[in-house]
């Protein structure tokens, strides 16, 4: 009878909670949006028509996509870039004996656990045409503020490193935390072989930070991929379409024109896209942690 109660049976009935939840919150939305992008539903009434693949058609012929996926790319590999970049060299200033790198840790953590759309209003006030803190400054020097949230050359960089700053904590943490798992020992036989910092850095520090890479990246990607406060907080996707989201593209589609079905294929197209991303960059950093 206990041989029983152990066996794999009942240890895999431990997966079934967890299972049926997966299934409920994002299997079955899943699908259901793959159904409405196939109708005209608008997202309120209970009456809608099935059109195949018009909505599709309209996705690949609308002249505004091109520029919210090379936004929605910005956001995603841009951010990736600075967090992982910037957050590597703190994680490595803290990680050094100093006086006071516990406070600093906390103060880079800390806009972590602010709401990402709280963080975007507070960047409005600092960009803002009239009254920002960063236009008050300018007028120091200038006859007339600068709108830098309707340039749309810039405000799609402006929104980048908004979110970079938000992140940045977490990429700092999961680098201090693989640089404290590396073994000093590797450091005090280079130092006898006559090895320069930067020698270390790269071929003991970076390579054994491989899993750390791995997590920082993949995570960074599907949050940047997918951003949508802090560009609602900014700009709305404005002037136009000139920061757009595949996000807040979908959310306008849906409350503004009330064209759900158009908006659930933009959702489903944003799920292909984040899922090519993650699996690909999952994929090849792994192999580059086996070859390290």
């Known amino acids: 009878m206990r041989s029983y109660r152990n066996s794999l049976f009942w240890l895999n ?6 299972l049926l939840l997966f299934l409920l919150f994002i299997v079955y939305p899943f ?12 997202g309120f009434s209970q009456d809608y028509s099935w059109i195949g693949f018009d909505n599709y058609k309209r996705l690949f012929t609308d ?3 091109g520029l919210v996926v090379k936004n929605t790319f910005i956001y995603g590999f841009g951010s ?11 994680a490595i200033l803290l990680n050094q004996n100093i006086k006071t790198r516990g406070l600093t840790r906390s103060i880079v953590y800390l806009p972590v656990i602010v709401s990402p759309l709280i963080m975007g209003y507070i960047w409005y006030f600092f960009f803002q045409y009239r009254g920002g803190a960063l236009n008050d400054v300018i007028m120091l020097f200038m006859d007339q503020p600068v709108d830098l949230l309707a340039n749309s050359s810039l405000n799609v960089w402006i929104i980048t ?10 990429a700092m943490i999961v680098y201090l935390a693989g640089l404290q798992s590396i073994s000093k020992d590797y450091y005090e036989a280079s130092s006898i072989d006559g090895a320069t910092a930067w020698q270390n850095f790269f071929r003991i520090t970076l390579p054994l930070l491989a899993p750390s890479i791995t997590i920082n990246v ?33 959310y306008k589609s849906y409350f503004g024109s009330q064209d759900a079905g158009y908006a659930a294929t933009l959702g489903n197209l944003m799920f292909v896209i984040i899922m090519i991303v993650s699996v690909f960059s999952l994929t ?3 192999r580059r942690e086996i070859q390290a």
Do not use: C, H
């Open 63 to 65: 002249e505004n996509i």
């Open 80 to 90: 990736t870039l600075l967090q992982n970049v910037i957050g590597l060299l703190y």
């Open 284 to 286: 090849f950093l792994r």
């Open 218 to 250: 993949v995570l960074n990607l599907i949050g940047g991929l997918q951003l949508f406060d802090v560009i609602t907080a900014l700009t709305k996707g404005g002037p136009g379409f000139a920061s757009q989201s595949l996000s807040t593209l979908m």
């Open 13 to 18: 009935l431990m997966y079934v909670p967890a």
């Open 161 to 170: 490193l908004v979110n970079t700053y938000q992140y940045l904590g977490v």
């Open 31 to 42: 699908l259901q949006g793959v159904r409405i992008s196939f109708t005209n539903w608008d």
